[in-house]
């Protein structure tokens, strides 16, 4: 499995906001010491192995978070709000057009990971989120993930917004089982 240049990006430019450019920099030039990969440019297209771009996540919590994964679920979050607010999917979608919004998260997924799959369930009161065959499961694709589907419901206007884990990396599943109820 590798982690498509765009996702590192994303990260990046979340981390200079909240930390400043050269912060971010003394990070990233003491973190790629350990792992040499992130010594080189990052392009959009730049694929990245799993493993070491999971790594920068664990230091980036580890650093910047106090060891908090629950940061995994914010960088999902704003993210999401980023995409929808200023991003590339601020001229796409509609305040209430959650159901739209959500068939449209594979489509992320793929953009970001070559391996695994997210799968949108919609019914009547509820969507179903899970993703699957992700060949290194580790929480960060479960957090930050349903982080970005939360945030963009409620970017997008869900109100009282509530979400069951059914299954997930954060309970020793090998798949992650969101529902999202949305009013």
């Known amino acids: 499995?590798?982690?498509?240049?765009?996702?590192?990006?994303a990260r990046q430019q979340m981390m200079v906001q909240s930390h400043g450019e050269a912060t971010w920099r003394s990070f990233l030039e003491e973190f790629a010491r350990r792992e040499p990969r992130f010594a080189q440019p990052v392009m959009p297209v730049t694929r990245l192995p799993v493993d070491a771009f999971l790594r920068l996540n664990d230091a980036l919590v580890q650093r910047f978070?106090?060891?908090?994964?629950?940061?995994?679920?914010q960088f999902g979050v704003k993210s999401a709000e980023y995409a929808l607010g200023q991003g590339q999917l601020k001229t796409?979608?509609?305040?209430?057009?959650?159901?739209?919004f959500l068939l449209f998260t594979p489509g992320i997924?793929?953009?970001?990971?070559t391996e695994g799959e997210l799968q949108v369930k919609p019914e009547s009161s509820y969507?179903?989120?899970?993703?699957?065959?992700?060949?290194?499961?580790?929480?960060?694709?479960?957090?930050?993930?349903?982080g970005f589907a939360h945030g963009g419901l409620t970017y997008l206007g869900?109100?009282?917004?509530?979400y069951e884990v059914l299954k997930g990396f954060s309970k020793g599943n090998n798949e992650v089982?969101?529902?999202f109820h949305i009013t």
């Open 127 to 146: 969507t179903e989120l899970r993703i699957i065959s992700v060949p290194r499961p580790h929480l960060y694709f479960e957090l930050s993930v349903m």
């Open 109 to 113: 997924w793929k953009g970001y990971f």
């Open 177 to 179: 089982h969101y529902r």
């Open 158 to 162: 869900a109100r009282n917004l509530q």
């Open 92 to 100: 796409m979608f509609s305040p209430n057009d959650f159901r739209r």
């Open 1 to 9: 499995m590798e982690v498509k240049g765009v996702a590192f990006l």
């Open 65 to 73: 978070y106090n060891g908090d994964v629950k940061a995994w679920w």
